[in-house]
């Protein structure tokens, strides 16, 4: 009995040991390392697990949208966009070529989910090109881009863009760099307050098949549009917008945008927009009906926000739009209800080109001093909002209004907790917060500057982004991951949301020139025009010799006729820069000029099977027949 | 001798009581619902194939998982090592097995009829011949499509018979070959006539010539 009970105490000997040595270490060393291990933890996902989320980036200048999974943060495709990918034989074959028009590349800012009811329906993903006034859609059933609308007419520089607005009835879109409308016409930019503008554009959604068409535009002043946000709820039928250089400077726009105090945003209704096209109050220019605010009240209105803003988001019960002051250190929060109110009174404090200005004071609920350079804001459904802030290189939780007096007089009294971030961080993005029931678990922040952050690779180094637990009252940093230039802002959303296929049913191809059986294959030529119906199967093309002459022009029509998920195959033409992908059921088209003899080997670029080099074949261009 | 003919000719004059004709219609039935069931099924599982590819071996036709395509997916893979495509046409027996359930079903009512336990046994005896036949038929299908490969082919194996009854690997697959919904509907069509047979048996014999 005595021995028992020594030998209990015993073991508490080595734990007894140990405790010295810990209190060598410093405490908070040691709760980082259980702080860092739970991390791992709960970002970890096994191999051959799932993650929970996707995460759709915007790609910047890429061109590409870059999709992850949340919470392992691992990149798991790029889908391509505004840019040639020969990665996935995007920008080669007759359809793509002719979807990425003359441009080499895009500059992808925002991706929106669409949404039905104000919750992402798991259909499409659009995302805007800044610089060509493009927006493309892609369809989330196979993660390709099925429509590229643009470039818009009237518009330079299509920033605040694309947001959806409850039911994917339209996408905003406005002017970042105004001019001259429409485009093509001159003017010196000396003549800029008078001769250039802006526009607010409405891109209409069709319900069944997503088609995008220009709906209207809003005729502005010359500010800069930035960013904006669709209203729901109370505020549906809203569109909200920030814009800088309410001083409309045209050079030097660093100093010169940034003399005002407050820069005017905007109130859209889009709603009385697609009245007045109804009631015919517009005029047509370059195609697009535009509507000038100062002739149809009601349609715009201009806020005051503080000071060069950025963000305007407004909150999942949309009654809350909060405004990023960037140059100032709050967010400023507008209450819907206050705005209806203030236009019902007209309650202006100025007018600008026609359009009434709100009273600032009387539609601001407050301004909470989040800290420097507030950019975006995003919400967790629990009342809470995370600023992102550009200078102070964090994010900062607080709560929303409803506040007490209490509250009011010290806004300091709602902010909970900041995080720091590494470091500049742009947008962040909590999952769903631009719907009714975000997923209030998870924020990424999108960090412009890494420097330091990662094993050295050159000059051009990586983005970072970090994500974010904000399940708790505190945020906790989770995971870093790096990504390509250059996201901007993401979304997010539930891995059940969809279901995409991984091979395309035979019985869905449409393709006039499809072939499913060897027997099909053939090459007509007529004249000097060659065409080719080709199978592509493991591990061969049908036919795999090709004779054709100098001067032809060659159309190959190839069906991947293969039904098993992964079995793309390639389709390279070697020194005639064709890299083609086809994906399992598809058909491509491929139109190759003739223009030296030779024997070019075609082959299979996508690794396919055991016998995958073997899949190969040559294309036979022998001299034309009258030079010889 | 004598005695042991005599017994069984009274064996096979015992006439079927309700209990038993009623197995029989459960049996005649369960030939029925074995049509509408896949009576074997082969399934080819390997690392890149998690889910497996699987063959269902009708009565009456061939089918394969996602719509038909892991057909086309074995035949695929079955040219690598040269091996002839596997096609429903070439399975003439899928004509003729329908015909041999519709006989079965026939017999079975005629025994229902006739009540006595002499068709039993012939029907017994028949379908029992039906097994062993079909099953050798089978073997000799899969033993045609592993040992006639094309020399030509991409990849040299030695040739093989996949497995009947149970599993083998060839290459990176396992194959599993295992009876289907279809086969137990079979086996029970065959327990149900011994059970009938069964039931029977304290009948009292009939005498044929005697007369009511």
């Known amino acids: 009995m005595k021995s028992k009970r020594t030998t209990r105490y015993l073991q508490w000997v080595p734990l007894v040991a140990v405790i010295p040595i810990l209190g060598a270490c410093a405490p908070d060393e040691i709760a980082r390392d259980f702080d860092r291990r739970s991390a791992a933890e709960q970002s970890y996902v096994a191999p051959g697990d799932f993650d929970d989320y996707y995460l759709f980036y915007s790609g910047g200048h890429s061109g590409n949208v870059f999709v992850a999974g949340i919470p392992s943060m691992r990149h798991i495709v790029t889908i391509p966009v505004f840019t040639k990918y020969p990665g996935k034989g995007y920008g080669y074959d007759e359809v ?38 493009r927006i493309a859609r892609i369809d989330l059933r196979d993660f390709k881009v099925k429509e590229i609308l643009g470039p818009i007419p009237n518009t330079s520089g299509n920033h605040g863009s694309s947001f959806v607005t409850e039911n994917t009835e339209y996408i905003m879109g406005g002017t970042r760099f105004s001019a001259p409308i429409p485009r093509g016409e001159y003017a010196h930019p000396e003549e800029y307050e008078e001769r250039f503008n802006g526009v607010i554009t409405g891109v209409q959604v069709g319900q069944e098949n997503g088609e995008m068409s220009v709906g209207w535009q ?7 549009w930035d960013l904006s946000s669709t209203g729901k709820g109370p505020s549906s039928g809203w569109a909200f917008f920030t814009s800088y250089n309410t001083e409309m400077a045209h050079t030097m726009l660093e100093a010169n945008a940034s003399q005002l105090d407050r820069d005017l945003g905007a109130a859209v209704n889009w709603r009385a927009a697609e009245q007045a096209i109804a009631d ?41 739009i909060v405004a990023g002051g960037k140059l100032d250190p709050t967010a400023t929060v507008f209450s819907f209800e206050k705005i209806e109110a203030a236009i019902e ?8 080109r026609g359009v009434p200005v709100l009273t600032f004071d009387s539609v601001a609920e407050g301004q909470v001093p989040v800290g420097l350079g507030p950019l975006h804001t995003q919400f967790d459904g629990q009342g809470n909002a995370y600023t992102s802030m550009f200078i102070d290189s964090q994010v900062a939780k607080w709560r929303l209004p409803p506040w007490t007096d209490e509250e009011k007089a010290d806004l300091e009294s709602v902010v909970i907790d900041k995080i720091d971030v ?98 099909d294959a053939e090459i007509v030529r007529n004249g000097d025009s060659v065409e ?32 098993t998920p992964g079995l793309t195959h390639g389709f390279g033409i070697g020194e005639m820069d064709i890299s083609g992908n086809i994906d399992p059921g598809e058909t491509k088209t491929y139109v190759v000029e003739m223009d030296r003899p030779g024997v070019f080997p075609f082959y299979c670029t996508v690794f396919c099977s055991a016998l995958h080099q073997e899949m190969q074949g040559y294309l036979s261009v022998r001299p034309a027949e009258n030079s010889e | 001798m004598q005695t042991f003919l005599k017994k069984q000719e009274i064996f096979l004059r015992k006439p079927l009581n309700l209990w038993s004709r009623l197995c029989l219609i459960a049996a005649a039935a369960c030939i029925g619902a074995s049509f509408l069931f896949p009576l074997w099924e082969i399934r080819l599982v ?44 070439d399975f003439v027996e899928m004509t003729w097995i329908p ?16 009540g006595r336990m002499g068709n039993v046994v012939d029907l017994f005896v028949l379908f029992a011949y039906f097994g062993l036949f079909s099953m050798g038929n089978f073997y000799y299908r899969l033993y045609t499509y592993g040992q006639n490969l094309d020399p030509r082919a991409p990849m040299t194996i030695e040739p093989f018979t996949p497995v009947l009854f149970g599993t083998n690997r060839i290459a990176n697959f396992t194959q599993y070959s295992y009876p289907d919904t279809g086969s137990y509907f079979l086996i029970a069509f065959g327990a149900l006539l011994v059970v009938a047979a069964i039931l029977s048996l304290r009948e009292k014999p009939i005498d044929p010539y005697e007369t009511r």
């Open chain 1, 96 to 133: 793509t070529k002719e979807l990425l028009g003359d441009y080499t590349w895009g500059d992808i800012h925002h991706p929106a989910l669409s949404k039905t009811d104000g919750i992402y329906d798991g259909r499409w993903l659009f995302v805007n090109d800044n610089a060509h006034n």
């Open chain 1, 218 to 224: 809003v005729l502005t002043p010359p500010f800069n």
């Open chain 1, 280 to 320: 015919g109050n517009y005029t047509e220019i370059d195609g697009v009906p535009v509507i000038d605010p100062a002739e149809v009240p009601g349609v715009m209105y201009f806020i005051p926000i503080p000071k060069s803003p950025h963000g305007m988001d407004t909150d999942p019960s949309g009654q809350w």
């Open chain 1, 345 to 352: 009174a007209e309650d202006f404090e100025d007018e600008k």
């Open chain 1, 422 to 519: 590494h470091y500049n961080i742009g947008h962040l993005v909590a999952g769903g917060s631009d719907t009714r029931e975000p997923y209030g678990d998870w924020l990424v922040a999108m960090n412009k500057h890494a420097v330091g952050r990662h094993l050295k690779v050159g000059p051009g180094i990586p983005e970072t982004s970090q994500l974010i637990d904000i399940r708790g009252e505190e945020m906790r940093m989770v995971k870093e991951a790096f990504t390509d230039k250059e996201p901007h802002f993401a979304q997010i959303l539930r891995a059940d949301k969809i279901d995409p296929i991984e091979v395309y049913p035979r019985a869905e191809n449409t393709h006039p020139h499809a072939i499913w059986s060897f027997d």
């Open chain 1, 532 to 563: 080719v119906k080709m199978i592509s199967i493991r591990s061969r093309f049908v036919p795999d010799i090709v004779d054709v002459q100098v001067g032809d022009t060659v159309t190959f029509h190839i069906t991947n006729t293969e039904q």
């Open chain 2, 46 to 89: 390997a690392p890149q194939y998690r889910d497996g590819l699987e063959l269902y071996i009708y009565a009456y036709q061939l089918q394969a998982g996602n719509d038909g395509q892991h057909l086309d997916e074995i035949n695929l893979l079955n040219h690598y090592i040269g091996m002839q495509p596997i096609r429903e046409a």
């Open chain 2, 99 to 114: 015909f041999a359930f519709g006989i079965f079903i026939l017999l079975c009512l005629r025994a229902v009829v006739f």
